[in-house]
């Protein structure tokens, strides 16, 4: 199947050749019929991509503020490696689908095979959509005009928002899809509806559908006009869904609202209020969500909960039945609206024409009913050179930012040899595939596990699915290098533990043992004599509270997540066994602390103190760990600078850029396997430190 994306980085449009993508949980797989070109998001996606490194950093001043912080404290290699490589992740477009139903997985209620339905997938012949995103279509509607559902949807969560009732004014400014969509919305609500646009065309469009329209470049002054239409009074809301970086569609709405008036903003403009224009009149301002209640809450749209329909009555979802019921009974009118047709192959034209002078409006691309849903490995571009069974042939199952920007690239500069890339989603198995030569793609893990022609499988998924997928590569004979967590609870350690007979490598992602300065940290302290005592600080920064990570079930918590990698080192670096480890979190109480201190003694006499603290600020050092022993003090900061006191003859060590031993961590599970040798990383120091962890957590 094919599937449209944007390069950030240079704005073309490219249509790979993707596997079918996994329908999930709660999830529906759509074979795409049809899908509309959102005019004014997609345009300024592509003007964006399209624009130089400045104009881009124009843009977005906070980003450049966050890569000079990560500059400062990471140093500028590592920066603008980052920076790179966030360009170079390909964007998916569209999400104004429509199509037909093929499978359905688990937990999906009120939908079948076989069902026409409108969605958010994007520009693709085969889409997984949760369910709650998407929409029966009515029998009596045609695709063309289901396919403008979404986009509808938008401009009705803004006119929930402003309330009319039957007989008030209100004023559309910016007549481009969603304006006369939104004015149509109102009219049938039984509104008087007005429209504002600089487009003369918008405008004689606008009047065909019913709306009195204003060309704001006549030299009509727009308030006076808006006055003129309402005796005086003064329009009762205004609905702005222009998308310009200027203040002034605010200003007009202000004035020429009544006392009291409503404005709602659905587009995108600039947000410099005048304060006395809604002093004087109490006016209210509130900004729409995109869809309706439910955006952006993954208990909604990933999980499936919906909320109750006594206490929410319009969510994204039931926004969209009820603009296909509008659709369906003729109140809303898409056909004056379409400028384009085009195939799904000619996706790359119809982008060329948005951002080019052509007039245009609604762009739709129509699909053949040609991809094959079951067709979820494909081969990939690369060479196939031969591969010794004693060498490592690694398949990767997860392309994510973690696995993409920094995994696969460590293992890469270690000389590995790719097979089988593996994900959810195909994009990532592609395009990262492409770029470092694996074989093939897939979104079929299975497969991926049963083939017997890759020996290693590195695992970079999300936390929840590491304890399995672990198991099942080892039942598999494979070598197995897990991102870390090993897993998540006691249950699932004891299965792994089972699992592992020793005959392959069992490895976790500790990288921070590898790195370089703390190599030289290590040598400094085995000529040292004693007990040692440590303090890791990590400034690891605030992350939301609703983001998977923080979720106990399925990202386990940041002590589990990140802070096992402290546990680990302090471990190596005492090189003896934990005989106690006790959390205090005195800062928060949630499910998944994120600000807390962990204090261990080992089996030598050695202490150590992790202090995780997520209530720091960015422009501080991430990590820094100071080592007390035998008369001496060593500070490592940041992996970037060593530094030592009382050891005579020693000299700061520096590093242009952060290493934390990552490339080094990957060379070693591979030399490991070749060389047939002892595990990088001992197997039962991995399994104490997931002991102690998921203690700690249960305390």
């Known amino acids: 199947m094919k599937q449209l994306f944007q390069s950030l980085s240079t704005g073309s449009s490219d249509l790979p050749e993707l596997p079918a993508p996994v329908v999930g949980r709660g999830q529906l797989l759509i074979r795409t019929s049809c899908s509309l070109v959102s005019a004014g998001t997609e345009r300024m996606l592509v003007d964006f991509g399209k624009a130089s490194w400045i104009d881009k950093a124009r843009q977005q001043p906070d980003k450049v503020q966050q890569v000079l ?155 006076a006009w808006c006055l003129g239409h309402t005796a005086g009074i003064g329009v009762d809301g205004v609905l702005i869904t222009a998308a310009t970086s200027s203040s002034e569609p605010v200003h007009v709405a202000a004035q020429a609202c009544r006392q009291r008036g409503r404005i709602v903003l659905v587009g995108v403009t600039g947000l410099e209020l005048r304060r006395d224009l809604f002093y004087k009149k109490e006016l209210t301002f509130q900004v729409s969500c995109s869809y309706g209640p439910g955006r952006y809450d993954p208990a909604y749209e990933q999980q499936g909960h919906d909320y109750p329909i006594g206490f929410v009555r319009w969510t994204e979802q039931r926004n969209f039945q009820a603009v296909l019921h509008a659709l369906a009974s003729g109140s809303l009118r898409t056909e004056p609206l379409i400028s384009h047709r085009f195939s799904f192959e000619q996706a790359s034209e119809a982008y060329e024409l948005l951002s080019s002078s052509e007039p245009s409006l609604g762009i739709l691309l129509r699909y053949t009913e040609t991809a094959d849903p079951a067709m979820r490995v494909i081969q990939l571009p690369a060479a196939t050179e031969s591969v010794a069974p004693s060498q490592p042939l690694l398949s990767v199952i997860g392309a994510g930012n973690y696995a993409s920007r920094m995994l696969i690239p460590a293992f890469a500069k270690a000389d590995a040899r790719f097979h089988t890339l593996a994900a959810s989603s195909g994009i990532g198995p592609v395009h990262v595939g492409r770029k470092f030569g694996f074989r093939h793609a897939s979104t079929d893990i299975s497969a991926l596990l049963a083939d017997s022609s890759a020996n290693s499988v590195v695992i970079a998924t999300r936390h929840d699915s590491h ?156 990590e820094r760990l100071e080592v007390f022993a035998d ?69």
């Open 69 to 223: 912080d990560k500059a400062r404290t990471d140093g500028a290699f590592t920066t603008l490696d980052a920076v790179r490589s966030k360009l170079d992740q390909p964007l998916p477009l569209g999400y104004c689908n429509v199509g037909i139903v093929v499978a359905v997985g688990s937990g999906v209620v009120g939908f079948q095979v076989g069902d026409r339905v409108a969605s958010t997938g994007p520009h693709a012949e085969l889409v997984a959509v949760p369910q709650h995103l998407s929409a029966l279509i009515p029998s009596t509607l045609n695709d063309e005009a289901a396919a403008f559902t979404v986009l509808a949807s938008i401009g009705l969560q803004g006119i929930r928002l402003a309330n009319p009732t039957l007989g008030e004014t209100f004023v559309v400014s910016g007549l481009g899809l969603i304006g006369l969509l939104t004015g149509q919305l109102l009219a049938a609500q039984g509104c008087n509806v007005l429209g504002l646009d600089p487009d003369p065309s918008k405008c004689a469009l606008a009047q065909s559908l019913g709306i009195t329209s204003l060309h704001l470049a006549n030299g009509v002054d727009p308030v």
């Open 631 to 699: 008369g001496k003090v060593l500070r490592l900061d940041n992996y970037r600078k060593l530094k030592a006191w009382g050891i005579t003859g020693f000299r700061t060590r520096r590093l242009l850029s952060q290493d934390k031993g990552q490339e080094a961590c990957c060379a070693a599970f591979l030399k490991a396997i070749e060389s047939g040798g002892s595990p990088p990383i001992p197997v039962a120091e991995i399994f104490e430190v997931q002991r102690w962890l998921l203690q700690a957590v249960s305390q």
């Open 467 to 622: 304890a399995s997928l672990v198991q099942q590569a080892l039942d598999a004979g494979k070598h197995v290098f897990v991102e870390k967590p090993l897993c998540l609870n006691a249950n699932e350690l004891s299965a792994i533990e089972a699992a592992h007979t020793g005959q392959t490598l069992l490895m976790v992602g500790f990288n921070r043992r590898f790195a370089p300065l703390l190599l030289d940290l290590q040598h400094q302290l085995s000529r040292q004599q004693g007990p040692k005592a440590f303090v890791y600080t990590c400034n690891a920064g605030a992350i939301p509270a609703d983001h998977w990570t923080q979720d106990p079930e399925a990202g386990g918590g940041r002590l589990l997540g990140e802070a096992c990698h402290f546990i680990d080192l302090l471990r190596h670096l005492a090189a003896s066994p934990i005989e106690d480890l006790q959390l205090l979190n005195a800062v928060d109480r949630k499910p998944c602390p994120d600000t807390f201190s962990l204090q261990l003694r080992f089996a030598d006499g050695s202490i150590g103190t992790v202090h995780y603290f997520a209530n720091g600020s960015k422009a501080f050092p991430k």
